[in-house]
């Protein structure tokens, strides 16, 4: 039992920046399904980044110990990798007893500036300034960055904080927002959370609960819908014609399509068509006469040729 509860507590410890391939892929092909390895690629590249800034540029970056649930239901890996992250992203208090709790009411350590980590008090902006992480970072379907996503305003494009709450997704709003690193961790939690609410919609007691309410749901068969259709069913197999008809009417003014509508139930009720041999002949006729200028390029051709070999005219002798 202590074994099996060190081992917990030792991949709880472990950073995915100290995991080797083999390792994420196995990770991706168990646990919750909705943590792809892609999405664990991601996340383990924002680790090694901010590791690696931390180093550079001498930044205060405390490193998030995500580790995925390996639950053999994903249901319930994705509900414990969804307790986890809302764990990690909650934001710092300070200690019950201390005083600027007590006397000043601050109860969050980094509720400083839109600029500050609200989990580590990393600066962002300092951050930023030496290599934009939120822009490296992308969305493992979309291909968009956490810049593009939580970064910019939707609206003007222009760069905006994005401002964190006390309770992650829901709360009051705070003054800090989250490093790269937890942001993505964010972003997943986002997903994870509306694949809860998609199996929620789709089981049948939140289906009666929501009857209860007073919602209705109204089915409607889809032979209904298709009865909607005023054309005979006799009349169905010709609309691959009608499909080719109207293709070439487009091309030629020879085909004629003329639609006589019902004036009091709007419905098409007389339909002709009319192929004029006239417009055809017309058509065939200019398309095998060739234009003014067509001619006048074959002339200069000729002109030219006859100009390089003078002796060509008597070499043919076609007049003779």
């Known amino acids: 039992m202590m074994n ?7 991949q709880q410890n ?28 991601e996340q383990t590249t924002a680790q090694s980044a901010m590791r690696e800034a931390s180093l550079n540029a001498n930044i205060e970056v405390p490193k998030v110990n995500f580790y995925p649930s390996r639950h053999p239901d994903p249901n319930r890996a994705r509900r414990k990798d969804i307790k986890q992250a809302y764990k990690l992203l909650s934001p710092a208090k300070r200690h019950v007893v201390n005083p600027v709790r007590i006397f000043l009411g601050r109860k969050y350590r980094f509720n400083k500036q839109t600029s500050v980590c609200v989990v580590d008090g990393c600066d962002c902006a300092v951050l930023i300034q030496y290599d934009n992480l939120y822009a490296k970072i992308c969305d493992e379907d979309t291909g968009r ?8 305003n939707p609206v003007t494009g222009q760069p905006e904080a994005f401002i964190a709450r006390d309770k992650v997704t829901s709360g009051q709003k705070m003054r800090g927002t989250y490093c790269p690193e937890h942001m993505h961790l964010y972003h997943l939690l986002c997903t994870w959370e509306m694949e809860e609410e998609k199996l929620s919609q789709a089981n049948p007691k939140r289906l009666r609960d929501r009857v209860k309410k007073g919602v209705s ?8 819908i298709r009865s909607k259709d005023p054309t005979p069913s006799m009349l169905q197999k010709y609309e691959p014609f009608f499909a080719e008809l109207e293709k070439d009417a487009r091309n030629t003014n020879g085909i004629n399509i003329i ?10 009720d007389i339909t002709t068509i009319v192929f004029d041999l006239r417009i055809f002949k017309q058509e065939i006729a200019m398309m095998n006469q060739p234009t003014p200028a067509f001619q006048s390029i074959l002339e ?14 008597d070499t043919l002798g076609v007049g003779e």
């Open 145 to 152: 960055s956490l810049w593009e996503m939580y970064w910019q």
């Open 217 to 224: 749901i109204v089915t409607v068969p889809v032979a209904a």
């Open 259 to 268: 639609y006589y509508n019902n004036p009091l139930t709007k419905e098409n």
């Open 300 to 313: 200069q051709q000729v002109n030219e040729v006859m100009q390089q070999n003078p002796h060509l005219e």
């Open 4 to 10: 099996i509860r060190n081992r917990l507590q030792y």
């Open 14 to 41: 472990q950073s995915l920046t100290d995991m080797n391939q083999a390792h994420l892929l196995a990770l991706s092909q168990q646990g919750n399904s909705s943590l792809s390895h892609a999405a664990l690629m």
